[in-house]
Each structure stands twice: as structure tokens, then as C-alpha cells.
T-cell receptor, first 111, second 111 residues
């Protein structure tokens, strides 16, 4: 079992819709969770972090964490074509608290 | 701050040649990470340093790969000899707290 799993997609949504990206992790002791966005040919860019159960909102982005279910998600409201990218879920693990990344979900927002 | 700096941005070489990738982390960050990204395997952690000391190199694929961090502002990843299967994008990242920042990456093609 992979440590961090994501739906590989691709996921397509129409402009203005809500995009929902999901991630599960295997290390029950994980405490810190991140979402990175990676445009094609670019490096990953941090967009959200979440540490506590529940929701965390930042503009059009909402991260949701459920530690009991070992599940973290990212909702993008009012999706825009500029949101089209690969979204990487990352979980802190290990003694040095290094990031373990999922394989990413490719999102396309259709105009 | 200019962010994490990597050079070269692109490298094309022939099988058997030595390749050296360079990274300058963000000043003051005490962790430095080297990643490799391919379509097949996603983003893989190769090695990371804490205060210039290598902590975990278990992700380094084989002895052909080596990494050094002679001081807080410079690190290298060397592949000798290079092989076509080493073709990938190599990212360097540095960390402040639990926020990790990626460099622009080096796109390596081994012919």
C-alpha cells in the first residue's frame, strides 16, 4: 500500500464548478498535511496546509482533514481555467518530518 | 529572497557521462531535499540534509548517485555514470519549519 494515495484522474470540471480532490494516507501518526499545485513544466507550489480535523478555508480553496478516516481533501470553489494543474497531496512523516507525496491528481477546468 | 536556485535548468548528456546538478537553498533554511520526478514514479525523495549533514539517503537509487552539501548555501547531486533511465526532472527544496519550498528544477535528458 502506498503511503499517500490520490485519485490520479484526470479530473475535468466546468468553469465555475467545485473541484474535489481526495487523498488518503497510511501513517496514522501523521499530523501535518499539505496541498501543492504544480503547473505543467513548473515546480510544486504550496497552496494549503492543514493540521487539525475539520475545514480550513483560504479564498476559493478549502482543505478538509479527517484523521480518524486518514483522509484529506481539497475543494476548489468557482473553478477557473487557471486552476488547471496537477495537485499533489503531501503528508509529513518520518523522524525528520519529511514530506511524502501522493502521485497527484490532474485537474482540467473547462471554459 | 530569490527562492531556491537550481542550475542548470536543462541538461542533455550522453549515456556514461557525469552529470552534476546544483542547488542553492533559501538562506536560513536548515533542511535541504533532493527529489526526482518522472511520469511513472511521481515525486520521489532521494536524499535530505539537516544543517549540511546527510540524514537519509535511502531514496538514492544506486551508487551512481551521490550528493554533497559542503556548506549551508550549496548542494550538489552527481550522477556518474549517467544512464537513459536517469532522465527526469530533479528538484531541490529547502524548508523553514514545516513549509517546504521547491526550486525550479533541472530537466535532465540522458541519451
Amino acid at each position: 500500500q502506498k503511503e499517500v494515495e490520490q485519485n490520479s484522474g484526470p479530473l475535468s470540471v466546468p468553469e465555475g464548478a467545485i473541484a474535489s480532490l481526495n487523498c488518503t494516507y497510511s501513517d496514522r501518526g501523521s499530523q501535518s498535511f499539505f496541498w501543492y499545485r504544480q503547473y505543467s513544466g513548473k515546480s510544486p507550489e504550496l497552496i494549503m496546509s492543514i493540521y487539525s480535523n475539520g475545514d480550513k478555508e483560504d479564498g476559493r480553496f478549502t482543505a478538509q482533514l479527517n484523521k480518524a478516516s486518514q483522509y484529506v481533501s481539497l475543494l476548489i470553489r468557482d473553478s477557473q481555467p487557471s486552476d488547471s494543474a496537477t495537485y499533489l497531496c503531501a503528508v509529513v512523516s518520518g523522524s525528520a518530518r519529511q514530506l511524502t507525496f501522493g502521485s497527484g491528481t490532474q485537474l482540467t477546468v473547462l471554459p | 529572497d530569490a527562492g531556491v536556485i537550481q542550475s542548470p535548468r536543462h541538461e542533455v548528456t550522453e549515456m556514461g557521462q557525469e552529470v552534476t546538478l546544483r542547488c542553492k537553498p533559501i538562506s536560513g533554511h536548515d533542511y535541504l531535499f533532493w527529489y526526482r520526478q518522472t511520469m511513472m514514479r511521481g515525486l520521489e525523495l532521494l536524499i535530505y540534509f539537516n544543517n549540511n549533514v546527510p540524514i537519509d539517503d535511502s531514496g538514492m537509487p544506486e551508487d551512481r548517485f551521490s550528493a554533497k552539501m559542503p556548506n549551508a548555501s550549496f548542494s550538489t547531486l552527481k550522477i556518474q555514470p549517467s544512464e537513459p533511465r536517469d532522465s527526469a526532472v530533479y528538484f531541490c527544496a529547502s524548508r523553514e519549519g514545516e513549509t517546504q519550498y521547491f526550486g525550479p528544477g533541472t530537466r535532465l535528458l540522458v541519451l
